[in-house]
């Protein structure tokens, strides 16, 4: 199986500001490893669209062999921690953008991007539950805060999506 996960951000004392539901990092990093290694085998690939961790190398290790699945990242812009040799190796790619099977990966929500008028999709992060002002024909937030907090498929990513935007268009 194939899934896709954005902005989880391990480590970052900050993001519980925006997400309410937690009370502690502790709390978060739980739910979030808890939700992917529920849904992932070791078998599975994951695509990361950025912002995996702000914790140091010893930190974002933890988290790293803690979780199922190929992982392979989608650089964002909390990144730094990615410099480090010990955690590169940790995935099977690091890049700045990514197309396969029609489907266009980038940390940041793009207006048009790579087969745009050719069916193919493009997925992102970056802007957690506050999506871009306008919705974007076949443009997908992968970020945690949209997805139930789970890596999903592309299938669920589609349908978390359009919940989404019933919610926000009311």
Same mark, same amino acid.
């Given at each position: 199986?194939?899934?896709?996960?954005?902005?989880?951000?391990?480590?970052?004392?900050?993001?519980?500001?925006?997400?309410?539901?937690?009370?502690?990092?502790?709390?978060?990093?739980?739910?979030?490893?808890?939700?992917?290694?529920?849904?992932?085998?070791?078998?599975?690939?994951?695509?990361?669209?950025?912002?995996?961790?702000?914790?140091?190398?010893?930190?974002?290790?933890?988290?790293?062999?803690?979780?199922?699945?190929?992982?392979?990242?989608?650089?964002?812009?909390? =990144?730094?921690?990615? +410099? &480090?040799?010990?955690?590169?190796?940790? !995935? #099977?790619?690091?890049?700045?953008? *990514?197309?396969?099977?029609?489907?266009?990966?980038?940390?940041?929500?793009?207006? =048009?991007?790579?087969? +745009? &008028?050719?069916?193919?999709?493009?997925? !992102? #992060?970056?802007?957690?539950?506050? *999506?871009?002002?306008?919705?974007?024909?076949?443009?997908?937030?992968?970020?945690?805060?949209?997805?139930?907090?789970?890596?999903?498929?592309?299938?669920?990513?589609?349908?978390?999506?359009?919940?989404?935007?019933?919610?926000?268009?009311?």
């Amino acid at each position: 199986m194939t899934y896709y996960i954005s902005d989880t951000h391990f480590h970052h004392i900050g993001i519980l500001e925006h997400r309410p539901e937690f009370t502690s990092l502790e709390e978060m990093h739980n739910t979030l490893i808890t939700n992917w290694n529920t849904k992932v085998t070791k078998h599975d690939r994951v695509f990361i669209l950025g912002d995996f961790s702000l914790g140091d190398k010893k930190q974002t290790l933890k988290i790293l062999n803690k979780l199922n699945g190929e992982k392979l990242l989608i650089k964002g812009n909390h =990144s730094s921690v990615m +410099k &480090y040799a010990e955690v590169k190796v940790k !995935f #099977g790619f690091i890049k700045d953008y *990514y197309c396969k099977d029609k489907i266009v990966m980038c940390h940041y929500p793009m207006l =048009s991007w790579r087969g +745009k &008028y050719n069916g193919y999709l493009h997925l !992102f #992060g970056h802007s957690h539950s506050n *999506y871009p002002p306008i919705r974007l024909e076949n443009a997908y937030n992968c970020c945690v805060e949209v997805n139930n907090y789970e890596p999903c498929t592309l299938e669920e990513i589609i349908i978390n999506n359009e919940i989404w935007w019933n919610k926000k268009e009311g």
